[in-house]
């Protein structure tokens, strides 16, 4: 893990943090933030998606080196047709609009999920996207689109039962490293913290086997709104975590 240089970027001005090299961060309270100011929902995921581009910044800033958000659940397809048509054309919008930017901050682009099972329009700008970034070294940022961590874990098992009856793989060879190998984007670490805006407490079905050992961060504040002092506020909280990852603290141990 990353740690923040003396007086590098903190609010604290000479404060030192510890910085997650892999974030995952749940954007939630879209529609709570439209609700509080009479605008339709639409309005809550269009400064939803302007935040990414602002997260995508201070996390490079900071020195994240992979940045995982959650932007369509597998669940999400359950929301109105409007909605859900919404979060598309977004989603096609924002790297037309953003990808400039993304570019000079150095950040590749890449996505996690079922995403061959999207509209062609969608699975073309993922492709695009990925080919277009594929050099830039500062940060990942992979975006969850159509993605479960339920089917993520459905389509690691998936691989293996076909490697098994193909011959390349005997069953007792399987292991907690096979099915990591297994998932969507296999050389991407675990989320060491995962951050949640809007105060609710739970995953949501968000990279459910790579958070095993992650440390989970909530916050009140609404996505839209959630800027440069939450995520600070958060790496804070994290540098103070005692990870142990069920053996000792280094207390402990001593
Ligand atoms: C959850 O808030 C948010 C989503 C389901 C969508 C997240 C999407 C974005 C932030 C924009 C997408 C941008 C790109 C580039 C894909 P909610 O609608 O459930 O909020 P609520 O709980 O307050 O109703």
């Not at 529609?31 to 809550?44: F, I, Q, T």
């Not at 998606?49 to 800033?61: F, P």
């Not at 992979?142 to 098994?164: P, Q, T």
């Not at 609404?222 to 506020?233: A, K, N, V």
Request: charged content about 35%.
């Amino acid at each position: 893990m990353a740690i923040l240089g003396f007086g590098k970027k903190s609010s604290e001005g000479d404060e030192q943090l510890k910085i997650p090299v892999s974030l995952g961060v749940i954007m939630d309270g879209n529609g709570r933030w439209a609700k509080k100011r009479m605008l339709p929902r639409s309005a809550g995921h269009r400064a939803g998606a302007e935040n990414l581009k602002e997260l995508c910044r201070n996390c490079g800033n900071y020195g994240v080196k992979y940045l995982t958000v959650y932007a369509f659940s597998t669940e999400n397809w359950s929301r109105p047709d409007d909605e859900v048509n919404t979060l598309m054309d977004l989603f096609v919008e924002f790297w037309e609009k953003y990808d400039p930017e993304l570019e000079q901050e150095g950040i590749r682009v890449r996505f996690t999920g079922d995403i061959d099972a999207l509209p062609e329009r969608i699975k073309e700008v993922c492709r695009k996207g990925e080919e277009r970034s594929k050099n830039r070294q500062k940060m990942q940022l992979i975006v969850a689109f159509n993605y479960g961590g339920r089917r993520e874990i459905v389509h690691s098992c998936k691989n293996i039962a076909r490697l098994v009856k193909e011959g390349k793989l005997d069953i007792d060879d399987i292991n907690e490293d096979t099915i990591s190998g297994n998932l969507y984007l296999p050389d991407v670490p675990d989320p060491d913290l995962i951050i949640r805006p809007s105060g609710e407490q739970r995953l949501s079905n968000f990279l459910l086997w790579e958070s095993a050992y992650s440390e989970l961060w909530v916050s009140d504040c609404l996505w839209p709104d959630f800027g440069f002092e939450e995520l600070t506020e958060a790496f804070r909280a994290y540098t103070n975590r005692d990870r142990r990852f069920g053996g000792l603290s280094k207390e402990e141990k001593k």
